[in-house]
């Protein structure tokens, strides 16, 4: 499994790349699941729907299944902030690529998506783990770096650099425990 994380100020893009990308590294025959934090609650349910009912009566977990999909809801009975690493190991084994987006402070290898147009300063800087910028406007990044300066808009050229880089993006449950 290879796991890259995607990183950055809110507006710069991430979840619009990470939608395109998905496609992008499926044509390319790879199994692609996401890891998303979310900063506020949020709910796939719907009341009176079975599975509402059941969380709502109490059950710490539940678990629907169709033969199209899988939805697992888990209840916190304290809030709890699970790291990268927590929501990595919920994934099905069989994936070749896990996308993560909304974790900016994880040691996981990142990308870092940025825009100079949102006015925002850019993380490489202060962040070890960024490998790459992803950026429209390359020309505007204020301070200079080594890691390579990849085109936002080329969501095809993004997947092949992944795919060329793939082993440094490998990632073990072992090395997380």
Not at 38 to 65: L, N
Not at 120 to 129: G, K, T
Not at 155 to 161: E, M, N
Request: aromatic fraction near 8%.
């Amino acid at each position: 499994m290879k796991v890259v994380a995607f990183s950055g100020h809110s507006g710069a893009g991430k979840t619009t790349l990470v939608e395109r990308l998905i496609p992008a590294l499926k044509l390319r025959g790879q199994r692609v699941s996401v890891v998303k934090h979310a900063h506020h609650k949020f709910d796939i349910d719907h009341p009176g729907k079975d599975t509402h009912r059941h969380r709502e009566a109490g059950a710490f977990e539940v678990v629907v299944a169709s033969n199209q999909r899988l939805a697992l809801m888990r209840e916190f009975e304290q809030a709890a902030e699970l790291s990268a690493h927590q929501l990595i190991a919920e994934l099905y084994d069989g994936v070749d690529w896990v996308l993560v987006e909304g974790f900016k402070d994880s040691d996981l290898l990142k990308i870092e998506i940025w825009r100079s147009s949102t006015g925002r300063p850019v993380r490489y800087l202060d962040d070890d783990f960024v490998v790459a910028i992803a950026t429209d406007s390359p020309d505007e990044l204020p301070h200079e770096t080594q890691r390579p300066i990849l085109d936002l808009a080329d969501v095809d050229g993004l997947a092949d650099w992944l795919l060329s880089n793939a082993n440094r993006f490998d990632y073990s449950f072992e090395m997380k425990t």
